[in-house]
């Protein structure tokens, strides 16, 4: 930042400083998902699961769902949608044929191809690059804010691009 809107933040009360550090996070997470939409043609949560699909060939919702730290029920509306637009595919494979095995279909193959990096997400990304002790100051901070939020922490399995 410059040295000007630094000294202006400073005088800002600290309540209103994070504010807009945590406008700026946002931003950038919804630049980044309207960047897919654009490039991809898919949101920001499909992209990702056809990432983790091409990575790991045969995946199955459950375990898609605990890679994406999503409900079971979000990643069967994700795949649902995958499949209606012909970018994956869902077989009955193996000894337990309760079990769908998913794999990505040449359209599914070009989507991912077309799309802008991180497939997970900006967020998700810059996340994993910070260190240990950094996350664990800033999940000790954000546990106090969504308390004093009173928020509803069933959103946690709610994906961001889908906010």
Same mark, same amino acid.
């Given at each position: 930042?410059?040295? +000007?809107?630094?000294?202006?933040? !400073?005088? /800002?009360? $600290?309540?209103?400083?994070?504010?807009?550090? +945590?406008?700026?996070? +946002?931003?950038? *997470?919804?630049?980044?998902?309207?960047? *897919?939409?654009?490039?991809?043609?898919?949101?920001?949560? &499909?992209?990702?699961?056809?990432?983790?699909?091409?990575? &790991? $060939?045969?995946?199955?919702?459950?375990?898609?769902?605990?890679?994406? !730290?999503?409900?079971?029920?979000?990643?069967?509306? @994700?795949?649902?949608?995958?499949?209606?637009?012909?970018?994956?595919?869902? =077989?009955?494979? #193996?000894?337990?044929?309760?079990?769908?095995? @998913?794999?990505?279909?040449? %359209?599914?193959?070009? *989507?991912?191809?077309? =799309?802008?990096? $991180? +497939?997970?997400? *900006?967020?998700?990304?810059? @996340?994993?690059?910070?260190?240990?002790?950094?996350?664990?100051?800033?999940?000790?901070?954000? !546990?106090?804010?969504?308390? %004093? /939020?009173?928020?509803?922490?069933?959103?946690? #399995?709610?994906?961001?691009? &889908?906010?």
């Amino acid at each position: 930042m410059t040295d +000007f809107i630094q000294n202006q933040d !400073d005088a /800002l009360a $600290p309540s209103t400083r994070v504010l807009r550090q +945590f406008r700026i996070v +946002f931003n950038a *997470v919804k630049t980044h998902f309207r960047q *897919v939409e654009r490039e991809a043609g898919v949101g920001g949560a &499909q992209l990702w699961a056809l990432a983790v699909i091409e990575r &790991q $060939p045969g995946i199955g919702v459950t375990d898609l769902a605990r890679e994406l !730290d999503i409900h079971q029920s979000t990643a069967s509306n @994700l795949i649902k949608a995958l499949v209606e637009r012909g970018l994956v595919v869902g =077989a009955r494979e #193996g000894l337990d044929r309760r079990s769908v095995a @998913l794999r990505l279909l040449p %359209a599914g193959e070009a *989507v991912l191809k077309s =799309a802008p990096m $991180p +497939f997970a997400g *900006v967020l998700p990304d810059a @996340l994993s690059a910070l260190d240990p002790e950094t996350l664990a100051r800033l999940e000790q901070d954000l !546990d106090k804010l969504i308390a %004093a /939020l009173a928020a509803d922490e069933a959103g946690a #399995g709610v994906p961001l691009a &889908q906010l």
